[in-house]
């Protein structure tokens, strides 16, 4: 008896032994991604020099409806501003369905399927570590200036037909790069050629704005100036009644570059939620 008592409780050790021994194994196979880690389950977007896209401010803690918002409105105007891509995926052969109302119905939501994935290809949100700050990467035929203006010349026409709760600032971005001297100099070949050195293009009156975040390496004087030189001097800078306008955005390690035109401050520098609502200008005192 003894012996078997032995032997049973031997057995019954070895076995909490093992246990043990798996405990650590399961607990790990099954531990949360620690924060900052990628999802195994799906790769992590990025912005890489060459993208193009566009800046998206919005309320604080509303980063998730606002890429929602932003994904409905683009897919809206991707229509308004590209027929084409419409046009397109309802060029279907339909000859042979009518009168099969239920296959018609089949075809259409098809159809409407294909065009919404046509335009969520052309728009990537990207996460940025930021507050109130998103990006959508953008792939042609989407050109981010005229598309931004689009949209927010609608939105002055049409103030207090709100077409979004949580958007606030859109700023198209032509061409990105890293944040350096090196890449500002070939992003502002890319950006600034075709607006101020292209055959034909007469003498503008130009500003330059610049938005850092996260960066101390560039300063935003050394910014302007670097922009300024690319331009040339055939150009004359006018802070307040410019012809065109180089928006230069610098987050962290990267940088994008665009040029808008002389009614970016008409339209609320982008910013739909003004557009949308204007702010009252306060009344003067009367004598």
Known sequence: MDQKADISQHGRKRKVEDNAKDGPRKKKQWRTPKKGQPNSDRSIATINAGDAGIWVTCDMHKEGACTAECRDLFNEYVDVCYAALKDETQSQPTEELEGAVDIEKEISEEISGMKQAKANALFQAIKIDIQCVLFFKTCAPVEPVSFVHKICSDASES?????????????PMTRM???NEKSLEEVSKIVLGPAFHSDGVTAKKFAIRTTIRNNSAMKRDDVIKQVADAVGSRHKVDLTNYDLLILVDIYRNILGMSVVGSDFDKLKRFNLAELYEPTAKAEKPRE
């Open 177 to 179: 790069g890293k944040a």
């Open 159 to 171: 103030a207090g037909k709100k077409k979004s709760r949580w958007i606030k600032r859109l700023t």
